[in-house]
């Protein structure tokens, strides 16, 4: 089946630093990925959805100068987090749609620590 | 906009049991997707269940089914002869077919589920 890989699975950071997280579609090409952020014991929360060559879109009261997200490519797209806080504390998660299929498919998501 | 409420945060099922998970969702769209996606303590998002609002037929995948009642926005997951390994929390999501490609999940509250040995 369909597997999207996501990296780091865990980082810590120095306040005031910047992390990359990546996600990459293995076997299939996604047009579109969503970025979630989750807190414990809570649901996802929808950040950010981006094509493929395109600007994200972002959702209300997310900030877009702090969480940069590029999908430059069919199977990469990246999460930034910039000049990290210990409130951008949290669970990220990633998912790609393939470009033909109903089906999003989940990454295995990365903690981060902002220390 | 789409909403989805699983109004209960957590329940309890005995080990070999059979355990029904609720779900609500308001739309005004006629065709869209529905998703149970199980989340076990490793945070890998797991899909379980997928219903077309199209199809009259509830789905089913081995242990688990849904009771997918449209007209009353319901969607339940049933799972039977329940195991440890089902042990986990569990999200009830919506996907509307308007928007296409940029179509996102919405995602409800979730429930925890444990499983008694």
């Known amino acids: 089946g369909a597997v999207v890989s996501q990296h780091p699975s865990r980082v810590i950071c120095k306040s005031g630093t910047s992390v990359k997280i990546e996600c990459r579609s293995l076997?299939?090409?996604?047009?579109?990925m969503f970025w979630y952020r989750q807190f414990p014991k809570q649901s996802l929360m929808l950040m950010a959805t981006?094509?493929?060559?395109?600007?994200?879109?972002?959702e209300q009261g997310v900030e877009k100068d702090k969480f940069l997200i590029n999908h430059a490519s069919l199977t990469l797209s990246t999460l930034t987090v910039t000049s990290a806080h210990p409130e951008d504390s949290s669970f990220y998660i990633c998912?790609?749609?393939?470009?033909?299929?109903?089906?999003?498919?989940f990454g295995e998501g990365s903690w981060l620590t902002v220390v | 906009a789409q909403t989805v409420t699983q109004s209960q945060p957590e329940m309890s099922v005995q080990e070999a049991e059979t355990v029904t998970l609720s779900c609500t969702y308001d739309t005004s769209e006629s065709d869209y997707y529905l998703f149970w996606y199980k989340q076990p303590p490793s945070r890998q998002m797991i899909l379980v269940i997928r219903?077309?609002?199209?199809?009259?037929q509830n789905a089913t995948e081995n242990r688990f089914s849904v009771n997918f009642q449209k007209a009353a926005k319901s969607f339940s997951l049933k799972i039977s002869d329940s195991q440890l390994g089902d042990a986990a929390m569990y999200f009830c999501a919506y996907r509307s077919l308007i928007t296409g490609a940029n179509s996102k999940l919405t995602f409800g509250k979730g429930i925890t589920l444990s499983v008694r040995p």
């Open positions: 219903q077309e609002a199209y199809k009259q």
């Open positions: 076997d299939f090409q996604a047009t579109t």
């Open positions: 998912s790609g749609r393939q470009v033909s299929g109903n089906t999003i498919y």
């Open positions: 981006s094509n493929e060559g395109s600007k994200a879109t972002y």
